[in-house]
């Protein structure tokens, strides 16, 4: 007997598409699951303006195949320049839905990130007022910090403050990896704040990418902890605490760029985050939370109605899906788990 769940549709609260042949490739493959996803805009050079976010909402629309439906929520990435009045005025047309902060140089294409959070204190006030979440990569990227700390060390030094700072900003901490970042979300009171958690976060620690062979596809910023930290993602994810749910920070490089001397940041999921994700779910006993993690909690956080349609997972013989996909730019390898997935979408 097949065992099914049909969820309302779900959401990816942190995504990212790229543009030209990258985009045209990998939107497919989040479009046939994923009903909306936050579009992350650190494109070169990044999105910051109203103006260039929605002429980048036109050309994701305008690569979507035939047939296929799905809603891009824009964001601004967040930079010394940005003007308070521009981020209003995109977030009260409905063309945003969130701005992000890179810290300078945490991640791939963050150089036009924030140093001087001083100089952002007009737009992050602007928002609290408004309401309108800041999504937050949450790395130092001060060189004297260990990589497996710059979470920790961020909290402590720059969201804290910043959140003291700025009472009533809505802050989305995302695709937190430790077992600190869960537990300073649940220590707040309110709903200004929640994270979000990816599937390859709830899989992999970080001797999946050191031992035995470095393994580029499965190195990512945040890079992965320890495991007791993966451990307390998976137990904040599976709690049905409405403050954690997913964004796969989906995040295409192609092959060439990941199997490099200087390999870049990114694990792909789009194509079988909802297996990994059930599959996650189904070994905690946890499958009455996954609607909450995958669809509910997010479009609440973010004050949108959840989806109307539904999809439908069904578990059997292990699903198979291909190991890269190809973009005109090259190929792409997909997140691999490293187990069998048994669930797949109907
Ligand atoms: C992301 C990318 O490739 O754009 N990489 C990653 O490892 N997650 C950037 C980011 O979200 O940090
Ligand atoms: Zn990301």
Known sequence: MTQTLTLRRPDDWHLHLRDGAMLQAVLP????????????????PPVVTGDQAAAYRDRILAALPEGMRFEPLMTLYLTEETDPEDVAAAAASGLIKAVKLY????????????????????????????????????????????????EA???????????????????????????????????????????????????????????????????CLPVAKRESHRLALVGAATSGDARFFLGTDSAPHTDANKESACGC??????????????EVFDRENAMDK??????????????????????????????????HIDSGDGPVTVFDPGFPLHWRVA
């Open 103 to 150: 810290p300078a140089g945490a991640t791939t294409n963050s150089a036009s990130g924030v140093r001087d959070f001083d100089k952002v204190r007009g737009v992050l006030e602007k928002m609290a007022e408004i309401g309108l979440p800041l999504c937050v990569h949450g790395e130092v990227t001060d060189p004297e910090i260990d990589i497996f700390d710059r």
């Open 29 to 44: 493959e989040t479009a046939r699951h994923f009903a909306r996803a936050i579009i992350m805009p650190n494109l070169v």
């Open 265 to 278: 940041a990114g694990c792909f999921t789009a194509t079988n985050t909802m297996s990994l994700v059930a």
């Open 153 to 219: 060390v961020f909290i402590d030094r720059v969201l804290d403050p910043v959140r003291r700072a700025t009472p009533g900003l809505r802050v989305v901490m995302e695709h937190i990896t430790t077992s600190g970042a869960a537990d300073y979300v649940r220590a707040q009171d309110g709903d200004d704040l929640g994270a979000t958690i990816t599937a390859h976060h709830l899989i992999i620690n970080r001797n999946h990418i050191l031992v035995g062979g470095i393994k580029p596809h499965y190195y």
């Open 290 to 323: 996954l609607e909450g993690f995958t669809s509910l909690n997010g479009p609440a956080f973010y004050r949108l109605p959840a989806n109307e349609t539904t999809i439908t997972l069904e578990k059997g013989e292990p699903v198979s899906y291909p190991d």
